[in-house]
């Protein structure tokens, strides 16, 4: 993919990712209802991009909404949520939606964000323009977040991770991958990623959650998460990264120690939810080495940084946890 958004490292920037020199791109206001816009996800779209976005309203229901953009920076978001027809299942209820993913497989764009039905669970559908969207089977039972498809079938079925939780603030969390031939049946689960000893990498201590749609590289999967640590301030949100086997995801080849990404501009530590860098999506190029990783920002606003992406996977690669 090319034309994706861009800026040049800083001069003397020495980390992997540096932030849009103009974050936060998006507002909490940006459309009329909205309290916060953050922990959303965004894809190529005919001659731009579209996305869903978690907009949390003035009363703080928590939907997700379609947007459209030339460049990726500059967003055109529906003042409307979506409204979801029947797709493989007659059963959409939904008591709320938050932090979609979005990717493109085979002939539509599949979604996924965190449904609430009698506690949150991964909610899936589909769309094929951005302006009808078709609701899945829930994939799993209560208690469940972070959904995220592979963006592509593996050994000939869809591949999904996600965390189980709990139906609070979850002090706790593992990445897991689960399987389906339908995109309906979920099964042959399989632990991915536990979090971190404290003392060897405590910014991922607490809990651990996939980010963006992985990235198919050379090296494997590069798969950006997040990582949680409990502080006396609260829960402290950074961003990592590990490479996973193409063909057995759930084995993790290398994994970061040190964090990529953490909270250290304003409008990052404070906010709905100080201190968080929440991951969900990933515009790259490979031809070009560049990639755009948005994320929300202090559960309030959504900002994007740039990297490398030969860069991210060297960094990982000499600085993995063992």
């Given at each position: 993919?090319?034309?994706?958004?861009?800026?040049?490292?800083?001069?003397?920037?020495?980390?992997?990712?540096?932030?849009?020199?103009?974050n936060p791109?998006?507002d909490?206001?940006?459309?009329p209802?909205?309290?916060?816009i953050?922990?959303?996800?965004?894809?190529?779209?005919?001659?731009?991009?579209?996305?869903?976005?978690?907009?949390?309203?003035?009363?703080?229901?928590m939907?997700?909404?379609?947007?459209?953009?030339?460049?990726?920076?500059?967003?055109?978001?529906?003042?409307?949520?979506?409204?979801?027809?029947?797709g493989n299942?007659?059963?959409i209820?939904?008591?709320?939606?938050?932090?979609?993913?979005?990717?493109?497989?085979?002939d539509?764009?599949?979604?996924?964000?965190?449904?609430?039905?009698h506690?949150?669970?991964?909610?899936?559908?589909?769309?094929?323009?951005?302006e009808?969207?078709?609701?899945?089977?829930?994939?799993?039972?209560?208690?469940?977040?972070?959904?995220?498809?592979?963006?592509?079938?593996?050994?000939?079925?869809?591949?999904?991770?996600?965390?189980?939780?709990?139906?609070?603030?979850?002090?706790?969390?593992?990445?897991?991958?689960?399987?389906?031939?339908?995109?309906?049946?979920?099964?042959?689960?399989?632990?991915?990623?536990k979090?971190?000893?404290?003392?060897?990498?405590?910014?991922?201590?607490?809990?651990?959650?996939?980010?963006?749609?992985?990235i198919?590289?050379?090296?494997?999967?590069?798969?950006?998460?997040?990582?949680?640590i409990?502080?006396?301030?609260?829960?402290?949100y950074?961003?990592?990264a590990?490479?996973?086997?193409?063909n057995?995801p759930?084995?993790?080849?290398?994994?970061?120690k040190?964090?990529?990404?953490?909270?250290?501009?304003?409008?990052?530590l404070t906010?709905?939810?100080?201190?968080?860098?929440f991951p969900?999506?990933?515009?790259?190029?490979?031809?070009?080495?560049?990639?755009?990783?948005?994320?929300?920002?202090?559960?309030?606003?959504?900002g994007?940084?740039?990297?490398?992406?030969?860069?991210?996977?060297e960094?990982?690669?000499q600085?993995?946890?063992?």
């Amino acid at each position: 993919m090319k034309n994706i958004p861009w800026q040049d490292s800083p001069e003397n920037c020495k980390d992997v990712l540096w932030r849009h020199a103009s974050n936060p791109i998006i507002d909490r206001y940006a459309i009329p209802s909205s309290n916060s816009i953050f922990n959303s996800a965004v894809v190529p779209f005919k001659d731009g991009f579209a996305g869903v976005f978690r907009c949390d309203n003035k009363a703080v229901q928590m939907n997700i909404f379609a947007g459209f953009s030339k460049d990726g920076i500059n967003w055109d978001i529906n003042h409307e949520p979506i409204k979801m027809q029947p797709g493989n299942t007659q059963m959409i209820e939904s008591d709320y939606k938050y932090d979609p993913r979005v990717t493109f497989i085979e002939d539509r764009y599949w979604i996924t964000w965190c449904n609430g039905y009698h506690g949150p669970t991964i909610g899936i559908g589909y769309t094929f323009d951005f302006e009808e969207f078709f609701q899945c089977e829930n994939a799993f039972l209560p208690f469940n977040r972070n959904g995220v498809l592979f963006p592509k079938r593996i050994n000939g079925k869809y591949a999904l991770l996600s965390r189980p939780s709990d139906n609070g603030h979850t002090p706790f969390g593992d990445i897991y991958i689960s399987y389906s031939p339908d995109m309906k049946y979920w099964g042959e689960h399989r632990c991915v990623m536990k979090v971190a000893p404290f003392e060897q990498s405590a910014w991922q201590c607490t809990k651990i959650g996939a980010g963006p749609v992985p990235i198919l590289t050379a090296e494997g999967w590069l798969l950006f998460y997040h990582g949680v640590i409990a502080t006396c301030n609260g829960f402290r949100y950074s961003i990592g990264a590990a490479i996973l086997e193409e063909n057995e995801p759930d084995k993790v080849k290398f994994r970061s120690k040190p964090y990529l990404l953490a909270p250290a501009k304003l409008y990052e530590l404070t906010g709905d939810v100080p201190n968080v860098l929440f991951p969900c999506a990933a515009l790259h190029s490979i031809e070009e080495d560049r990639l755009a990783l948005y994320y929300g920002a202090a559960d309030t606003v959504t900002g994007v940084a740039y990297g490398r992406i030969s860069e991210v996977l060297e960094y990982v690669k000499q600085n993995t946890l063992k």
